[in-house]
């Protein structure tokens, strides 16, 4: 970039002035929200938004459009004042003055699916970083696909400003160490080093060399002023011209510059400036009113717009022609970012036949990805035990268009950088670990649900049937845990058959996460009653074993159909008439209308649910529930269902029990 | 430490023979397990529980023995092979035989409170260093405390043995980022750099400078060699000459060493060597038999035995004469090690009053951590917000008499840190953070709750009335999902009143974890129905509106508890006589005698129960819900009850309809 005009410096200037004046003036109004940040980093935003990052506002959609995430998802207006000033539709000025109110498209955090230009939901700090690393290499894998040499379809950056918290948080290690391995060399952090957080100075619990830290991981570390455009510019350079290495870009800032009494204190950052304190900043920065917004700010952007506009449009055309040169790249391209299922050719297996739903779910995957070749995916180093190696090599720093993404033991990083790979479009992806260690990557599951993304979550081991490795390793909670978070989708097939088909389920369910449930043991086909099975259970449930005018319903899910059907078995044999149903998800299962539920569960019927688990969640549907109610031991595992009393008997015992 | 002897490196050449021996025969047996740590780390055991470690086995609770944790926890062998040899009781042959059953005292991960000498739970990776990093500052609080000029009372290191993946987890890198700000001189961490992971070759997703990353925090490096017994020591002792900085001893080894075709291989790692490689084995270790102990092993340890016995009764002896001479500190030694609650003058409100419940959270907490001078504890940048200061210092380099632990932003880690406190014996440990970001101390709080360890969880912000932040900040599921932890007591207070009696039950509850789960908004002290309510709510529940044959009992939590006593005034006006419950923990209520329950829950009356979150886990005690099925809104807080539907007409109309 050349030297910075006069003429341009003072645009970027009113820029990030009027960042710093809706900011406050929105946050002062809703009474709440995060000045430090907007007010600290304003000139970077300028420069960004203005500047540095290829988009379009009349297009936030535009697939070749740099990302950028505010990973520190709290400093929100910085984002809104910069969307509204660019032209992004879905941020207008009521909306700013709105912020933080219900149906404002100017929510506290910023909101993937809730205004246009946020490109993933943040807050939880330390994820959008995460996200990112997904994103640029989402970048690297649709680029090594789809571009030719004459033409650079796919070619964008992807930009993310962080502060002191999210580099605190592990998972942003996680994902920049891995960020580092993969060579995302269009990976751009901006790191706004104001050395202050809520508690105070960063000196409380936070002195390490993080520039160090960064070099260590092979990043590229660059050092600069958050106030000096050019040295931004140049920076960004820099940090372009590095192909092979994510970059860092230190910016030493002060937090809520420009607040007379406040900037460069902790207080600046998560209240309101208060009403004196924005008059003695507004006198400060010599502007008057309310909702300032410089003029000159606005014809900059209207300049701008015009500018960007046609560089869409640009690759509008050269897509247009890239498409007409490759037509078979450009059918794949469709297919890719169309997002749509590509029915597998599923495989078939006998009554009888025995496989771990884990061994099932392998079967399935390698069908599903042959006919889907945009799903990616990997495992937190498991790759054997959870059993999700297809064919295809390891993406890397020089294979993009290897599919399978080791991602190291590192789960919470892996779900997040998921997120970042469904959220950049074109891509298909699952992840997975041992159901337990769901607990690590939990609250990038929960982001996977807020913001509506398919990713598809291989867990298996998934109770105490894991056996040797013991109660660190035997999940009791963790399958109830997971249905609990809204728009998760738990799917626990009961045998191999079922395990097909929930991989078909999965791919199917674009409305948000899957979690697959996967045994580590091994678990017999078994016969279904119902010849339909297959559609059926797709409302959450069938009949396994058909009674007509039942005593009692047994559901059950995953390995415990064949201990259910074995203990309707046995009670036959007692003169009790058991209906099985495999309930492969509950929460499907539960939404159905009554009509539907009862033609599975009839009325005034005895119900007893079983699942290697507690029971809480069960008791709405269940009279009686066989269950765990607490940590498992180390044991082969039929050593420890015996030891837990998790057995047929036990099942067939309260089959007997008097309906209450 | 001065050269080794040729009769020194021969006993621990035999001991570390006896780890490969015992290690892989135990594997082999059990059909399951690790054998690449073991095998490739046995050099180090033998110097450590040999020569390295102050340690007794005759007495596995001495409060000055060093610690030593294997993060690494899935090679266990590893650690029952050498607690066997020193002679820990614990673990006998018979329990090596039967590795990995149920019963035995050699569970597939080493599990605290099961096996004498086991100092922590580990095989979720990451945690154990990070829960090292809570002993080794636990120690320097108690040293600060207790040690005079003249007696070094308290005076131990704390060693861990991690791997690569403990070292990819984002935990670890948390916590040692603290450990280095901290100044924790006498943390050792021994990196068993081996380049091999569960995949292959780390080089598939961690090629990263972790020697320049450690620096980075802070921390000394040493480099040196797994097999080199001189050199081991020679590092251990430049490590205990550094006082101020932990120390990281980087030593490069071979995964499953010994094992002719298996070393350095990933099939090393996590299964049995197989019969075959195992004859291959001992055949290359020259040895014969199954479970080989090396006479000249057990004639050395037994050597030592007697040196520890003397050593550690010289250490009692020291404490004699220091409890001598400072009668005083003597006293509160011996509090402090009781661990029992000491009384608080609690603070005192009338009806009436208005407080969110985590102001007075922050009120109790002064009061308790006043009479309880051996609490500790923090927040993870959250000390306002969280409303969990108290008088005292911040813990630093330069205070280890500051009780108050600003872990910085960086959950998980505090969680595991604080697991390690209260494990190190002496002390309490709070700490706290918004209760959504429970999510991402989820791992750490489940190993609280399977060692049973008494840390309290103080988790603010609870439900959807967090307003304006949004939904990524207000919990809906959180506090269902914490009830489903086996162990874990989750208390949420009603009123002020009520979380002052909240804190004294998490001070009297040492059995695992509590989680106080704290309102941000303000909250209005409501009159109690039943004069002894502070005993009674010890059952988990107390009537707060009582009604002679009431025809309705709604059962609240927290802030929900006021809003059901405005749906029983609303429904009073019908002529419907409603009876309000208060249940501040469901899971205790729950464990009552029906004759309790149904005191203050009467058979046959219509329940509805009433909580700002999903109702899943309700459905067993009430027959309708007042719940909250989706993600919450930004916005304020009434505002955001509203739009969702969470109002006292909505609970009212429940209260109206017929009994299902």
Redesign the interface.
């Known amino acids: 970039m050349d030297k910075v005009t006069t003429e341009k410096r003072e645009y970027l200037e009113k820029a990030a002035l009027t960042v710093r004046t809706l900011s406050m003036d929105a946050i002062q109004k809703?009474n709440?929200?995060h000045p430090g940040l907007p007010l600290g980093a304003a000139e970077l935003g300028a420069a960004l938004y203005g500047e540095i990052l290829k988009h379009d506002p009349s297009d936030p959609k535009w697939v070749d459009r740099d990302r950028f995430i505010l990973s520190a998802?709290h400093g929100s207006m910085f984002l809104y004042s910069l969307l509204y000033l660019s032209g992004y539709e879905d941020v207008s000025m009521d909306d700013i003055k709105a912020f933080?109110?219900?149906?404002?498209r100017a929510?506290?955090?910023p909101?993937y699916g809730v205004t246009g230009g946020v490109e993933t939901?943040?807050?939880?700090?330390?994820q959008g970083l995460a996200t990112a690393v997904g994103m640029a290499a989402a970048e690297t894998m649709l680029a090594a696909r789809f571009n030719t040499e004459e033409d650079m379809i796919v070619d964008h950056y992807t930009y993310v400003l962080c502060g002191?918290?999210?580099l605190?948080?592990?998972?942003?290690?996680?994902a920049s160490?891995?960020a580092?391995?993969l060579g995302l060399g269009k990976l751009i952090v901006f790191y706004d080093s104001n050395k202050i957080?809520?508690?105070g100075s960063t000196d409380?619990?936070?002195?390490?060399?993080?520039?160090?830290?960064y070099?260590?991981?092979?990043w590229q570390v660059l050092n600069g002023s958050m106030y000096d455009f050019e040295e931004i510019f140049r920076l960004v350079a820099e940090a372009k011209a590095e192909a092979e290495r994510p970059s860092l870009i230190v910016l030493k800032s002060i937090i809520g510059k420009g607040s007379p009494h406040k900037q460069n204190t902790a207080d600046a950052h998560?209240a309101p400036l208060g009403a004196d304190e924005v008059v003695a900043t507004k006198a400060a920065l010599r502007v008057s009113g309310d909702f300032f917004v410089s003029p000159s700010a606005v014809a900059y952007f209207k300049m701008k717009q015009t500018e960007w506009k046609k560089n869409r449009e640009d690759w509008e055309r050269r897509f247009a022609a890239w498409s007409r040169k490759n037509p078979e790249k450009r059918a794949e391209w469709d297919l890719f970012y169309s997002g749509a299922y590509m029915p597998a050719s599923l495989p078939v297996y006998a009554v009888g036949d025995k496989a771990a739903t884990r061994a099932a779910g392998n079967k399935a995957l390698r069908s599903v990805a042959k006919a889907n070749q945009n799903l990616v995916g990997g495992?937190a180093?498991?790759?054997?035990?959870n059993a999700v190696g297809f064919d295809t090599d390891?993406f890397?720093m020089t294979n993009r268009l290897g599919r399978y993404i080791?991602?190291?033991?590192?789960e919470?990083?892996m779900a997040a950088i998921s997120n970042g790979i469904a959220l950049h479009g074109g891509l298909r992806v699952f992840c997975s670990t041992f159901m337990?260690?769901a607990?690590?990557l939990?609250?990038a599951l929960?982001?996977s649900?807020?913001m509506k993304q398919p990713v598809i979550y291989v867990l298996t081991h998934d109770s105490i049937y894991v056996?040797?490795?013991?109660?660190?390793?035997q999940p009791?909670?963790t399958i109830?845990?997971l249905?609990?978070?809204?728009?998760v989708t738990v799917l626990r097939p009961g045998d191999a058959e079922e395990t097909a088909v929930a991989w078909e389920m999965a791919m199917e369910n674009r409305d948000g996460p899957t979690v697959l449930a996967l045994s580590r043991q091994t678990i017999t086909v078994f016969p279904k009653g119902d010849p339909d099975w297959k559609n059926t259970i797709k409302v959450g449930a069938y009949i396994v074993r058909k009674e007509n005018n039942p005593d009692v319903v047994i559901i059950a899910t995953g390995s415990e159909v064949n201990l259910a059907l074995s203990a309707a078995t046995l009670a036959e044999e007692s003169g009790k008439k058991v209906q099985v149903v495999s309930m492969i998800c509950r929460e499907l299962f539960e939404r159905q209308p009554v009509l539907i539920r009862e033609a599975l569960v009839p009325p005034s019927v005895r119900v007893v649910a079983a699942e290697a688990g507690?029971?809480?969640?069960w008791?709405?549907l269940a009279d009686a529930v066989l269950s765990i109610?607490?940590?498992g031991?180390?044991?082969?595992a039929d050593?420890?269902a015996e030891?837990l009393g998790f057995t047929v008997e036990a099942l067939a015992k309260l089959i007997e029990a008097e309906p209450v």
């Not at 605190?168 to 996680?174: A, H, I, K, L, P």
């Not at 409380?204 to 830290?213: P, T």
């Not at 180093?381 to 035990?385: N, V």
């Open positions: 809703a709440s929200g998802g933080r109110q219900v149906g404002s929510p506290g955090h909101e939901t943040t807050g939880p700090l330390g002191d918290g999210c605190q948080e592990g998972v942003s290690g996680e160490s891995l580092g391995r957080t809520i508690d409380l619990s936070f002195n390490e060399d993080v520039a160090a830290r070099r260590a991981y092979g998560g495992s180093d498991l790759k054997g035990p390891p890397s080791h991602f190291g033991v590192r919470f990083a337990v260690f607990d690590y939990r609250p929960r982001l649900a807020l056996g040797e490795d013991g109660p660190t390793h009791v909670e109830a845990s249905r609990l978070i809204p728009g507690v029971k809480s969640g008791e709405g109610e607490r940590f031991e180390s044991g082969p050593k420890v030891h």
